[in-house]
């Protein structure tokens, strides 16, 4: 099911009225929504580190250590100036916003980990390469879509086919996978 949603404009939003918009802007939180696109870098560094397994077979060690964080641990381990103002500015969003973000940031960490839990089984070097690839080219959409929640404007869709895909891929890689 398909269903398009603009977030509703400033003067009518659950964050307008708590948070003054101007500081929600100037720490880059986005006031419309009441969300802040820093939280994005947490999945883009596990897609820069996939990236370069393919030519470095070391850096699954670097993506192993890679975690899921919701979007309140992500601010609250990070060095971000207004950390503290998009978590408050996170909890007044725009439910509808604020649940479609969490949504494919779900399904991002459904990849990674998936993704995570394989390499783990010592996959060699080109297995490895391929499925590096694979879900780099899976999470690049769902960033976008994430970073378009945001802004304020997205087209929804459920992600439950984005979340069953990798783990067959995954399955299937294995599968085929000589000791």
């Known amino acids: 099911m398909t269903a398009r949603a603009e977030i509703e404009p400033l003067q009518s939003s659950a964050v307008a009225g708590k948070i003054d918009p101007a500081r929600l802007a100037e720490a880059n939180i986005n006031p419309r929504t009441g969300l802040a696109t820093d939280y994005l870098n947490h999945f883009n560094e596990a897609i820069m580190v996939l990236e370069m397994v393919t030519a470095m ?101 459920s992600c439950d086919t984005a979340t069953e895909a990798p783990q067959l891929a995954v399955d299937r890689l294995l599968e085929n996978q000589t000791p």
């Open 57 to 157: 077979p070391e850096c699954v060690e670097d993506f192993l250590a890679w975690r899921t964080l919701s979007y309140q641990d992500h601010f609250a381990a990070s060095h971000f100036k207004g950390r503290d103002l998009a978590i408050a500015a996170y909890e007044q969003a725009d439910p509808t916003a604020r649940q479609s973000l969490d949504t494919v940031a779900d399904t991002m960490n459904t990849i990674l980990t998936a993704t995570r839990d394989a390499l783990q089984t010592g996959l060699n070097a080109e297995a490895a390469g391929a499925l590096a690839q694979q879900a780099t080219m899976w999470l690049k959409p769902l960033v976008a879509r994430a970073g378009a929640i945001i802004n304020g404007q997205f087209a929804y869709q």
